[in-house]
């Protein structure tokens, strides 16, 4: 989901300018990232986000004017699927994580990554997939769906074979294609057949969807000590 000259043009967000102006010196070093823009608030990152087409916006959570989720929520749905949206959190601190997932942020970035962290998560998102590092995204996930007030799901799994059941369980705990493979004993091409037709039945974009999906659907509880 890179411009045509396969350069990932990405917008940064955040109210720290310390914290900003380092993630953005950080990406504009290599050659297949370009910050075109950068926001230092949610507000401001809508209207650059607007005018500048990003591929990519990395937006802090906590935010003043709008934080990050509602930016993320009217960035992507501006764009009309062409943006993606990357989201910096502090682990253990932010409380709508999982709104997050919801509002359509494609994955999350601790504060405190490391240079290739950061650059693997850019690309990562970029490309068009989900970022569920088991140690970020499944734990917060977990904790943030427990605290949800329970409601009827808008979706059952009845459609699902039960392989295909067993794969969202899966893609739930954070494993890859190849490790669900390894765990089914199966070939990749058919882990990749399976998520296929569950994404297409279930209507959903991508991993961090079907990570939503199975909490709700209570196909996975959160651990005590998530």
Do not use: W
């Amino acid at each position: 989901m890179t411009g045509m000259t396969g350069v990932i043009r990405t917008l940064v967000a955040d109210d720290q300018a310390v914290v900003r102006t380092g993630f953005v010196n950080l990406l504009n070093t290599q050659d297949d990232i370009e910050v075109v823009t950068e926001a230092e608030d949610g507000a401001q990152a809508v209207a650059l986000a607007a005018e500048h087409r990003p591929d990519l916006v990395l937006l802090d959570i906590r935010m003043p004017h709008l934080n990050g989720i509602d930016a993320a929520r009217e960035i992507l749905a501006a764009s009309g699927g062409a943006t993606r949206a990357l989201m910096l959190t502090t682990f253990g601190l932010d409380e709508y994580v999982y709104e997050a997932l919801a509002a359509g942020a494609s994955g999350f970035l601790l504060k405190d990554c490391t240079f290739p962290e950061l650059l693997h998560a850019v690309r990562v998102v970029a490309a068009g997939n989900a970022l569920l590092a088991p140690e970020i995204t499944q734990r917060l996930v977990a904790e943030f769906a427990r605290q949800r007030s329970a409601v009827p799901p808008a979706r059952d799994i009845e459609g699902l074979t039960a392989r295909e059941a067993e794969v969202l369980v899966l893609i739930a705990q954070g494993l890859s294609n190849a490790e669900i493979a390894g765990r089914l004993t199966i070939t990749d091409h058919t882990v990749k057949t399976h998520i296929n037709r569950l994404f297409t039945k279930m209507e959903l974009r991508d991993r961090a969807q079907a990570v939503i999906l199975a909490y709700e659907m209570g196909l996975v509880r959160p651990s005590p000590t998530a």
